[in-house]
T-cell receptor, first 114, second 111 residues
Framework: SAVISQKPSRDICQRGTSLTIQCQVD?????MFWYRQQPGQSLTLIAT?????????ESGFVIDKFPISRPNLTFSTLTVSNMSPEDSSIYLC???????????FGPGTRLLVL | SQQGEEDPQALSIQEGENATMNCSYK?????LQWYRQNSGRGLVHLIL?????REKHSGRLRVTLDTSKKSSSLLITASRAADTASYFC???????????FGTGTRLTVIP
């Protein structure tokens, strides 16, 4: 298994600013992912964080808006850039040790943009 | 959209009763997983069933998978108030590694 922590757990931000969310895993994982969960909705995959290379983004998400880093096998960051109220969501990271197997999720970062 | 559908969207039962949630998906899958989420917090993995499996048990949980109908069900037996949460199915498509989540079922167990 893997234990994942995220920082910050929540934040209130002003429109036009950026926030970087950190995701730390207590052991090496093969793959890491970032999801968004809008209020009352299910999870939508933003991107796969690739170690040492550019993230792979899903349709509707772009690097300029959601830059992602993954410098090693246990850490990743997601930045929400030039925020607007529509970016108010919970952002969750996850990791998987074996491809296509169980994903372990962080507790999420609850973001409110005013 | 690759997102699966779950029904019911919301389910309210008395403690001790069984709860059944259904999930339908659209593509060929490697496996299907069920997760629980309490009050907008992180997700907890419950069970994984592979495409060549038809039924799996874990404690009070029973999951079935019908790949011909592209559907799965999650049964929670002898429910408890602590089971109150949102339950999501998620699929891993054949050849992929990431999860696509269903719409979720909000379960309320009344003490």
């Amino acid at each position: 298994s893997a234990v994942i922590s995220q920082k910050p757990s929540r934040d209130i931000c002003q429109r036009g600013t950026s926030l970087t969310i950190q995701c730390q895993v207590d052991s090496q994982v093969t793959m890491m992912f970032w999801y968004r969960q809008q209020p009352g909705q299910s999870l939508t995959l933003i991107a796969t964080a690739n170690q040492g290379s550019e993230a792979t983004y899903e349709s509707g998400f772009v690097i300029d808006k959601f830059p992602i880093s993954r410098p090693n096998l246990t850490f990743s960051t997601l930045t929400v850039s030039n925020m607007s109220p529509e970016d108010s969501s919970i952002y969750l990271c996850s990791g998987v040790k074996d491809r296509a197997e169980t994903q372990y999720f962080g507790p999420g970062t609850r973001l409110l943009v005013l | 959209s690759q997102q699966g559908e779950e029904d019911p969207q919301a389910l309210s039962i008395q403690e001790g009763e069984n709860a059944t949630m259904n999930c339908s998906y659209k593509t060929s899958i490697n496996n299907l997983q069920w997760y629980r989420q309490n009050s907008g917090r992180g997700l907890v993995h419950l069970i994984l069933i592979r495409s060549n499996e038809r039924e799996k048990h874990s404690g009070r949980l029973r999951v079935t998978l019908d790949t011909s109908k592209k559907s799965s069900s999650l049964l929670i037996t002898a429910s408890r108030a602590a089971d109150t949460a949102s339950y999501f199915c998620a699929t891993v498509e054949t050849g992929a590694n990431n999860l696509f989540f269903g719409t979720g079922t909000r379960l309320t167990v009344i003490p």
